[in-house]
Structures are given as structure tokens and as C-alpha cells.
């Protein structure tokens, strides 16, 4: 079983069958782990175990949904690394997401579904056309989940042509798609000053709902220009946009191979 058919089966498990009652401290502690909250420097969370028990300290975010993904990450480490090394994770959360830490990207894998199990999370947002960032925050409220986990979550769930990329003024630090977006479509390393996402952090100026863009503000491919898709992008952090990209033109997917994109960087 991969990480997150362990999380999915554990909900199942407690017979969770309602997004509020993922009460994540409560599922921890029948796992054997105490939570406690700390001042910690230079990570989120840290876990310490000893046999069947273990104490997992937090560092207060201000945020529960982020609190609540710490704790989720750590429940991971103790249900699938038992026994092994690792460091802890991460200051920024964002930051796994460009890490090559096999243990940490399962972790998070774990913690996402557990949080997120797809029999919940799926009826949750398939009420919605192409969600704008008011409807992903609002499911983020649901599941009581960070905005940022909530916005990932909408890729890896697969029900929509969805791509999720994190630009700086330096350029895109990574990125997610929906398992079923063609791979030929190769994202630009730097921010395209058409793109919204350059307005964002250039001028401060928000798109919050998804407005229609040429694909070649987004994608280096030579006929990306004869396609629109959807954009748009919000600033988790100063100097940070998370992009959400649909890929609204259904042609976009009957397109062939492309031999430009043989090198795409993953």
C-alpha cells in the first residue's frame, strides 16, 4: 500500500465519515503519539518515540490547518518510518515540495490523505465548475485544512485539469499536476510578464478567480499560443505565488507528442 492508501484505510478503519470529524489529535493519540505544542526552531514538528509511544511537539503556526498538517506529517512518520532516522520537517511547508527526502515527501503524502481522503474530498469540490480560490478556501474550511494543502489536494485528486506551480521573482520553485495533464505540456521556468501571477507580484494585484489566459503565458510548447486556459493565484507568503492553472480546452489533451519537450524538467 502506497501512503495514502494507508491514511485512506485508517479513516476507514474509524468509520470517519464526515470531514469534521477527522479529529487528527484524537486519531494520533489511538496511534500511540501525545501531542504537544512547543516553540521549536528551524522545523514545524518534531517526533520522539520509545516502543508503542511516542511524543510528537508542534510549533504553533497561528494556523490550525497548518498545525493540524504538522501533526498529520508526524502521525506519517511513526505509522510507516518506525524504527528509521529522518530529521524533521521542513520550516516552510512549501519547501518538501522541491525536496528529494524520500521520507518526508511520503509523510506528506500521508498526512494529505488522512486530512483529505479522497471518499470526502472528492464530493467536496466536484459541486464546483472550475473552483475559484474562495471555493478552495472554503473547502479548506470543511476539512479544516491550510489553504495551500487544500489548493494541492485539488491536483492530486485527479478530478480536474488542474495544475498547481509555485513562482518566485526568481522563478518557479515547483510544481504539481493532475495525473491525467499530458506531460507535453512544459511549464515556463520564468514568470511571463502576461501572466497574472507577474501582475501579483510585481504590483500586488490579486486574481482570485480563474480568468481566461493564452497558454503560451504559461507553457514554452510552439502552439501554445493557439490555446486559452484558466489562471489564476494568491500570495501565501511575500514574494511567493501559488498559481492555479486549469487546462480548460479540451484540445489541449488531443495534442501528440511534442519532441521539444523531450528534456522537460519534472
Given at each position: 500500500m502506497t501512503p495514502g492508501q494507508k491514511a485512506e484505510?485508517?479513516?476507514?478503519?474509524?468509520?470517519?465519515?464526515?470531514?469534521?470529524?477527522?479529529?487528527?489529535?484524537?486519531?494520533?493519540?489511538?496511534?500511540?503519539?501525545?501531542?504537544?505544542y512547543e516553540q521549536l526552531r528551524g522545523c514545524a514538528a518534531t517526533?520522539?518515540?520509545?516502543?508503542?509511544?511516542?511524543?510528537a511537539t508542534i510549533r504553533p503556526s497561528g494556523s490550525s490547518g497548518r498545525d493540524r498538517f504538522s501533526i498529520g506529517h508526524e502521525l506519517g512518520h511513526w505509522e510507516l518510518h518506525r524504527g528509521q532516522s529522518f530529521q524533521c520537517r521542513a520550516d516552510n511547508p512549501s519547501d518538501n515540495l522541491v525536496s528529494s527526502t524520500k521520507l518526508e515527501?511520503?509523510?506528506?503524502?500521508?498526512?494529505?490523505h488522512i486530512l483529505m481522503p479522497s471518499a470526502l474530498f472528492h464530493p467536496a469540490v466536484k459541486s464546483f465548475n472550475w473552483p475559484s480560490i474562495k471555493e478552495i478556501d472554503e473547502v479548506a474550511g470543511l476539512f479544516s485544512t491550510s489553504l495551500l494543502a487544500t489548493t494541492l489536494r485539488l491536483a492530486k485528486i485527479d478530478a480536474l485539469p488542474v495544475l498547481v506551480t509555485c513562482y518566485t521573482s526568481q522563478g518557479r520553485r515547483w510544481?504539481?499536476?493532475?495525473?491525467?495533464?499530458?506531460?507535453?505540456?512544459?511549464?515556463?521556468?520564468?514568470?511571463d510578464e502576461d501572466s497574472f501571477a507577474y501582475d501579483l507580484l510585481s504590483a500586488g494585484r490579486p486574481c482570485d478567480s480563474p480568468r481566461k489566459?493564452?497558454?503560451?503565458?504559461?507553457?514554452?510548447?510552439?502552439?501554445a499560443e493557439e490555446f486559452e486556459i484558466l489562471?489564476?493565484?494568491?500570495?501565501?507568503?511575500?514574494?511567493?505565488?501559488?498559481?492555479?492553472?486549469?487546462?480548460?480546452?479540451?484540445?489541449?489533451f488531443e495534442r501528440g507528442y511534442d519532441p521539444a519537450v523531450r528534456k522537460r524538467r519534472k
Open positions: 484505510a485508517r479513516i476507514a478503519e474509524l468509520g470517519i465519515v464526515d470531514p469534521r470529524d477527522i479529529d487528527i489529535e484524537a486519531i494520533a493519540f489511538d496511534a500511540g503519539i501525545r501531542v504537544e517526533l520522539v518515540g520509545l516502543g508503542n509511544r511516542a511524543i515527501i511520503e509523510a506528506d503524502e500521508y498526512s494529505t510544481h504539481v499536476a493532475a495525473p491525467h495533464v499530458p506531460t507535453r505540456w512544459w511549464l515556463k521556468e520564468q514568470l489566459q493564452s497558454a503560451d503565458a504559461w507553457f514554452a510548447n510552439d502552439d489562471e489564476q493565484c494568491y500570495s501565501p507568503i511575500p514574494g511567493q505565488a501559488i498559481v492555479v492553472l486549469y487546462l480548460s480546452d479540451a484540445e489541449m
